[in-house]
């Protein structure tokens, strides 16, 4: 079983930049695809960015993100990384981070295996 655990959520103005963290107990996240999704109430939960190191690191982005987020991992710390710039109001959210035994990219919600508690990400103008 895999705990994971989000941070570095808050509240940001438009244009700037947060970087949030997912670290992991419990499982290697390097064995692991880890995903970040977000969600506003009373909304589905959607994808936004995932990473597997199957082959090679590769990565998938949302297109609403492609270009201002980056997802990356930290072995060492056991950690993956969502890197968020150019923000806009609609990417508030509660933001999850997840993972999934596979070797491929799962952009699905309801496939994965582990799920974070999620971070509150609020940009305002």
């Known amino acids: 079983q895999a705990q994971l655990r989000e941070s570095g959520g808050g509240p940001v103005q438009v244009g700037g930049s947060l970087r949030l963290s997912c670290e992991a107990s419990g499982r290697t996240l390097s064995a692991l695809a880890v995903a970040w999704f977000r969600q506003l109430p009373g909304k589905e939960r959607e994808f936004v960015a995932v990473?597997?190191?199957?082959?090679?690191?590769?990565?998938l982005y949302a297109d609403s993100v492609k270009d201002r987020f980056t997802i990356s991992r930290d072995a060492a710390r056991n950690a993956v990384y969502l890197q968020m710039n150019s923000l806009k109001v609609e990417d508030t959210a509660v933001y999850y981070c997840a993972a999934k035994n596979s070797d491929d990219l799962p952009t699905r919600p309801d496939i994965m295996d582990y799920w974070g508690k999620g971070t509150l990400v609020t940009v305002s103008s």
């Open positions: 990473t597997r190191k199957w082959m090679g690191e590769r990565t």
